[in-house]
């Protein structure tokens, strides 16, 4: 079963931030947070991921709080090509728990409004 | 990231028979996943594909039904056998570097059953 929660839909106004978050109370410190998006009739692309720093790539940032029971993902400036549904992961770093096998919940889709 | 190939990218089947789907990566990979999106859905995970070992499948799968070849770091196939209608789906491979890396998708082979 996936270890994360996510709202099922957010809209956001293009040219805004969308700040989509995660809960994930259960993670432990062996597991990584990991971002991917699925545009329709496409493949799920990678976006980000992070254990307890805050990360940023040239697609987004990732706020992880301290506790790192939950998390935000952040597109700085949505456009209509972010339309999409985005998932939010748990996945072990390390050790005998680590399969490199990602398991998908729901996700959140993101529509961007003009 | 890697670059991966799926063919066919779609196909539209008669019940009872047969389809073979085919991976290729443009560099070698440990690891090799095979994912099922059935229609409006998130993705399951099918199974992990061993190179030169039994694949290594997720509850609910079996390999009567989806038998999985890897024979090398580059290449994997999954056959969908003896198909029905609740077998349309998207068929989606991941590869990753290794257990810590990112996995990437290909663009899923999208399968019709009459």
């Known amino acids: 079963d996936a270890k994360t929660t996510q709202p099922p839909s957010m809209d956001c106004a293009e040219g805004r931030a969308a700040n989509l978050p995660c809960n994930h109370s259960?993670?432990?410190?062996?597991?990584?947070v990991y971002w991917y998006r699925q545009i329709h009739s496409q493949g799920p692309q990678y976006i980000i991921h992070g254990l307890k720093n805050n990360e940023t790539n040239e697609m987004a940032s990732l706020i992880i709080t301290e506790d790192r029971k939950s998390s935000t993902l952040i597109l700085p400036h949505a456009t209509l090509r972010d339309t999409a549904v985005y998932y939010c992961i748990v996945r072990p770093r390390r050790g005998t728990s680590n399969t490199g096998k990602l398991i998908f919940g729901q996700g959140t889709t993101l529509q961007v409004k003009p | 990231s890697a670059v991966i190939s799926q063919k066919p990218s779609r196909d539209i089947c008669q019940r009872g028979t047969s389809l073979t789907i085919q991976c290729q990566v443009d560099?070698?990979?440990?690891?090799m996943f095979w994912y099922r999106q059935q229609p409006g859905q998130s993705l399951t995970l099918i199974a992990t594909a061993n190179q030169g070992s039994e694949a290594t499948y997720e509850s609910g799968f079996v390999i009567d039904k989806f038998p999985i070849s890897r024979p090398n770091l580059t290449f994997s196939t999954l056959t969908v056998s003896n198909m029905s209608p609740e077998d349309s789906s998207i068929y989606l491979c991941s590869v990753s570097r290794d257990r810590a890396t990112e996995a990437f998708f290909g663009q899923g082979t999208r399968l019709t059953v009459v």
């Open positions: 259960t993670i432990s410190g062996n597991e990584y």
């Open positions: 560099s070698q990979v440990t690891m």
